[in-house]
């Protein structure tokens, strides 16, 4: 594990003011990065951590790639940063990395920013020999991220959009059932993105009897298991995310405490919202 300042060599703002793609100078944290694993980084001394998991890594340039979706103070401020400029910090890699071995026909679920961390994934399941099916998914087409990324390697790749503008009109948890339905060969489903999105996803594969992993980074702070803000109950054990996971059966977790633990400080991170747009002017 490293921590140390790092520069941002590319940014690209994928979704205007809503999603960016930073692409990170950090060749200890490259060379070590496994796929699901995450860092946590700093903007500044008093900020919050945040934890993004590596959507990518190039040992060879000495990069990582991360993407993140601007929805509070803390990514907000994140986004104030341009190319060239450094990070206070950044610490990782961090978390279990995936299970990975060669078992016939993976498919990866993504939905939103859960597309890019996916992507890792995806990456991972192909190199072991897996036959790699990406199943993709946002509002519309102008939303949806990595196609092009995952195309480059998966076997196949199929869309759905809420709206019907690409792809299947609707869910991808409807083209999922679908597959399953018609393809015995699938042997393990990967879900990351919202949480209602894995929840679905789970619900889904359950009845097919199919592994199925989810990420729950999202409701990790500190990510190093000192502040226990990530406790989640897995199989009636208690876990926490950011040291036991972020990756467990999906089948076996308890979403609705998930999601009433990710709600528990809306209000307050709404609040700092707030006072970071009317100092930034936003």
């Known amino acids: 594990m490293q921590q140390t300042p790092c520069t941002i060599v590319k940014k690209e703002r994928l979704i205007p003011g809503q999603t960016s ?17 995450f860092v946590i980084l700093r903007v500044s001394a008093q900020g919050e951590r945040i934890p ?28 104030t940063l341009e190319e060239g400029d450094a990070l206070h910090d950044l610490c990782g890699p961090l978390g279990q990395a995936t299970h990975i071995e060669q078992v016939g026909t993976v498919i ?11 992507h890792h994934i995806a990456k991972g399941h192909q190199r072991a020999g897996n036959h790699t099916v990406a199943i993709i998914g946002a509002r519309s087409k102008n939303l949806l991220l990595f196609e092009h990324e995952l195309k480059s390697f998966c076997d196949e790749v199929l869309i759905a959009t809420d709206d019907g503008s690409y792809g299947h009109k609707g869910f991808v948890t409807q083209v999922l059932e679908e597959r399953l339905k018609t393809d015995k060969t699938v042997k393990e489903v990967v879900a990351i993105g919202p949480v209602p999105m894995m929840e679905a996803v789970s619900k ?12 729950l980074n999202s409701i990790m702070v500190d990510g190093i298991g000192m502040c226990g803000a990530c406790r989640v109950s897995v199989g009636g054990q208690v876990k926490f995310a950011c040291v036991d996971g972020p990756e467990f059966d999906g089948h076996q977790v308890d979403f609705g405490e998930l999601r009433q633990r990710l709600a528990a400080f809306k209000p307050q991170e709404a609040l700092s919202f707030e006072a970071f747009k009317e100092r930034h002017g936003k």
Not at 21 to 37: M, Y
Request: proline share 6%.
């Open 52 to 79: 993004l998991t590596i959507a990518d890594a190039d040992p060879e340039a000495g990069t990582i790639t991360m993407v993140y979706l601007v929805m509070g103070k803390s990514t907000a401020h994140l986004e």
């Open 21 to 37: 793609k930073l692409v990170i100078s950090c060749p200890h944290i490259a060379k070590k990065a496994q796929p699901g694993n």
């Open 204 to 215: 889904t594969t359950k009845p097919f009897g199919v592994k199925t992993t989810v990420s």
């Open 108 to 118: 990866c679920v993504g939905g939103g920013t859960g597309i890019a961390a996916m």
